[in-house]
T-cell receptor, first 115, second 114 residues
Framework: NAGVTQTPKFRILKIGQSMTLQCAQD?????MYWYRQDPGMGLKLIYY???????DKGEVPNGYNVSRSTTEDFPLRLELAAPSQTSVYFC??????????????FGSGTQLSVL | GDSVTQMEGPVTLSEEAFLTINCTYT??????LFWYVQYPGEGLQLLLK?????DKGSNKGFEATYRKETTSFHLEKGSVQVSDSAVYFC?????????????FGTGTQLKVEL
């Protein structure tokens, strides 16, 4: 099983550039999430989706956009990259969100630097 | 709102030492509690969980007990190994009006030396 696959693993952007972080899962999970991990700050939720065609904002959505056209894919779009978006980005998924005891499956992360 | 507070790291131990990483939480309802581990260069993976008061989660020699009276979920291991070096995250999951919300602590880095 591939699980949750993120690409690319590393990227350097110039200020003002745009890019899309890709995330795909092969577990038929309905719920998918994007987090950013800043040093000493833990994980902050950017956006999440409860199924194809349905997305919602998390704690820190500004500067990002998402779409969910299929169950498998949940890309994260950065428009007009800024140094404050330098971080490690994790995509995660789980089967449902109707119970509290389901674990998240994480991808291996994308390390993004904006210079 | 919900919050999770972990002890700051890094925690540096010698191999075979006893480990405790403290975690306390604030929640309005009855959350499930988790410990996730992140090995270098990898994503987070579930280490253990507990879903109700007095439950004990355990895995790979690690244990944590859900203490509702002290709102704590401390991670313990009796004898750590070099391979346990990683970052450990405490987290809670609670159903809210907006769905199932997962809140993470800031993470505690553990370094185990020979």
């Amino acid at each position: 099983n591939a699980g949750v696959t993120q690409t690319p693993k590393f990227r350097i952007l110039k200020i003002g550039q745009s890019m899309t972080l890709q995330c795909a899962q092969d577990m038929n999970h309905n719920y998918m999430y994007w987090y950013r991990q800043d040093p000493g700050m833990g994980l902050k939720l950017i956006y999440y989706s409860v199924g194809a065609g349905i997305t919602d904002k998390g704690e820190v959505p500004n500067g990002y956009n998402v779409s969910r056209s299929t169950t498998e894919d949940f890309p994260l779009r950065l428009e007009l990259a800024a140094p404050s978006q330098t971080s490690v980005y994790f995509c995660a998924s789980r089967r449902s969100g109707t119970t509290t005891n389901e674990k998240l499956f994480f991808g291996s992360g994308t390390q993004l630097s904006v210079l | 709102g919900d919050s999770v507070t972990q002890m700051e790291g890094p925690v540096t131990l010698s191999e075979e030492a006893f480990l405790t990483i403290n975690c306390t939480y604030t929640a309005t309802g009855y959350p499930s509690l988790f410990w996730y581990v992140q090995y270098p260069g990898e994503g987070l993976q579930l280490l253990l969980k507990a879903t109700k008061a007095d439950d004990k989660g355990s895995n790979k020699g690690f244990e944590a007990t859900y203490r509702k009276e002290t709102t704590s979920f401390h991670l313990e291991k009796g004898s750590v190994q070099v391979s346990d070096s990683a970052v450990y995250f405490c987290a809670l999951s609670e159903l809210t009006g907006g769905g199932n919300k997962l809140t993470f602590g800031t993470g505690t880095q553990l370094k185990v030396e020979l």
